[in-house]
């Protein structure tokens, strides 16, 4: 017997930037959008919009003020309150604001990071700080109410270690927290010889050589410094692609060119498909100092690329992920002989790479895009009933 379908809602989706490029939870929220648009009425409220899909109304939200930031945030989330209080089944808010049924957090709660493990006198100056602070004061506010119990108020967080977090930091708010992790396009079939020679031609890559790739918007909060300390302790065949925020490359570049790499470093800046990447590369290196999830390594997964990945102390997938079988996770990804020992290792070890490949795309084929928004899906009805009582 097949599952009853679910009504056709009217959703309105809230994040200021709609942008493939803008990083992982961007792409988290359009991605679902995609998904969501397939059977019921989507409408996305956003100060930036650089995505069209079928189905999906598309509201700009006024930007009166780009900086500061705190202050277009608390405007963002005063707009969007005025457009969508009523006229809409569920509001589902990426941003960090007040209202929406349903709230999709992505980060790490500001109230953790100013006041986690500090006591007494320490705490006593994090209070003042943010007490003469308007930034702290409206991200904040904006965070608490967001974590406030109310009806049919449900929060989504995207990994089991961020609701570990937001659960000691809102109590309050676990029991109406669940988690629903970033998704994945599985592609057909994985990347072959050729494949891979004409995505290097495309992006100016080495025809020959081990190739890494690094993505992450944040290069020094990515670990970028140490891959590249690591990098230079490799044989000059391996080389290094790094996809992101073109801010950073004057300083790395230099960073590289400092340790006499600046030939084997290839930034490719902003890509508004990373899959082109996922084809030239043999690797995926991602030593993040903090990810929630880490959508890249994921994708990565499903291209049957070998990855290299901090482990769950730093980034929430890897508390998914089987070290040697999936994945090579690292205990500490400041290690630079720890990181240098698994590149070399995965380097040298062809069939090490099509095993941790091929066990990486099964893995992520649980995580297909599909079945993620199912998961949402099921949260806004949960909502809606609630509602109703």
Not at 125 to 136: A, D, E, F, G, Y
């Amino acid at each position: 017997m097949s599952p009853p379908v679910p009504p056709r809602l009217r959703v309105a989706v809230l994040n200021r930037v709609f942008d493939n490029t803008g990083g992982g939870a961007e792409r988290y929220s359009i991605a679902l959008v995609e998904q969501l648009a397939l059977r019921h009425e989507v409408h996305v409220f956003a100060q930036q919009i650089n995505h069209h899909a079928p189905g999906v109304a598309y509201h700009r939200v006024s930007m009166p003020m780009r900086k500061p930031r705190w202050l277009n945030q608390l405007w963002y989330a005063f707009a969007t309150w005025r457009a969508t209080r009523t006229g809409f089944d569920i509001v589902h808010s990426h941003e960090n604001t007040w209202h929406g049924q349903v709230q999709t957090v992505h980060v790490v709660p500001v109230r953790h990071n100013l006041f986690h493990k500090r006591t007494g006198w320490r705490r006593l100056l994090r209070w003042i700080k943010v007490l003469t602070s308007p930034r702290l004061l409206i991200y904040l506010g904006l965070e608490c109410m967001r974590f406030r119990p109310v009806k049919a108020r449900r929060v989504v967080v995207t990994s089991a270690s961020l609701g570990s977090i937001t659960a000691a930091t809102y109590p309050g708010a676990e029991v109406m927290t669940s988690v629903i992790t970033p998704g994945v396009h599985l592609p057909a079939q994985p990347a072959n010889d050729d494949d891979k020679v004409r995505a290097r031609r495309t992006l100016g890559l080495p025809a020959q050589g081990f190739c890494l790739l690094f993505v992450g918007n944040d290069y020094r909060k990515k670990g970028l410094d140490t891959l590249l300390e690591v990098l230079a302790m490799l044989p000059e065949p391996t080389v290094l692609a790094v996809v992101g925020n073109p801010g950073h490359i004057p300083e790395f570049r230099q960073r590289a060119e400092s340790l006499g790499i600046g030939g084997r470093v290839f930034f490719l800046g902003v890509m508004q498909d990373v899959g082109a990447a996922y084809l030239a590369v043999d690797a995926l290196v991602h030593p993040t100092l903090e990810d929630t999830f880490a959508m890249v390594v994921l994708e990565a997964m499903a291209h049957a690329l070998p990855v290299v990945v901090s482990g769950a102390a730093y980034c929430g997938i890897s508390g998914l992920l089987s070290d040697g079988v999936n994945a090579l996770v690292l205990e500490d990804p400041r290690n630079v002989q720890a990181l240098g020992a698994a590149l070399e290792k995965i380097s040298r070890d062809e069939e090490l790479r099509r095993t941790l490949g091929g066990h990486a795309r099964i893995f992520a084929s649980a995580f297909r895009w599909e079945y993620i928004a199912r998961q949402q899906e099921s949260v806004y009805l949960s909502s809606l009933a609630a509602s109703r009582l």
